[in-house]
């Protein structure tokens, strides 16, 4: 089993800055992808950003230009810095990991984190 602990969620205004954490850990060969998504209250998760074991990155349209992430590979952490932050940010942040338990296959599987809180007043 693999188990994900986020990080760094909190309470700031509007314009402010945040940096979550996620730690994998547990029966890891190698991560494929790990991905942060945000669930909004009464709204859908929503994939917020994610990058690849050989860094590369995707973001929403929402978040680019403002929010970062970056990983440890060695540590099999991930990090999403987010800076101007908005009201509309406000939302449980979930990080993802696409994870293989042997390097020799091509199967990922996915674990998920239970997710911290991001709090953003006007």
């Known amino acids: 089993q693999v188990q994900l602990v986020e990080s760094g969620g909190g309470s700031v205004q509007a314009g402010g800055s945040l940096k979550l954490s996620c730690a994998a850990s547990g029966y890891i060969a190698s991560v494929c992808r790990m991905t942060w998504y945000r669930q909004a209250l009464g709204k859908e998760r929503e994939l917020v950003s994610s990058i690849t074991r050989d860094g590369t990155t995707t973001y929403a349209d929402s978040v680019k230009g403002r929010f970062t992430i970056s990983q440890d590979v060695a540590k099999k952490e991930v990090y999403l810095q987010m800076n101007s932050l908005e009201s509309e940010d406000t939302a449980m942040y979930y990080c993802?990991?696409?994870?293989?338990?042997?390097?020799?296959?091509?199967?990922?599987?996915?674990?998920w984190g239970r997710g911290t809180q991001v709090t953003i007043s006007p």
């Open positions: 993802a990991a696409d994870t293989k338990t042997s390097i020799s296959s091509n199967i990922c599987t996915r674990f």
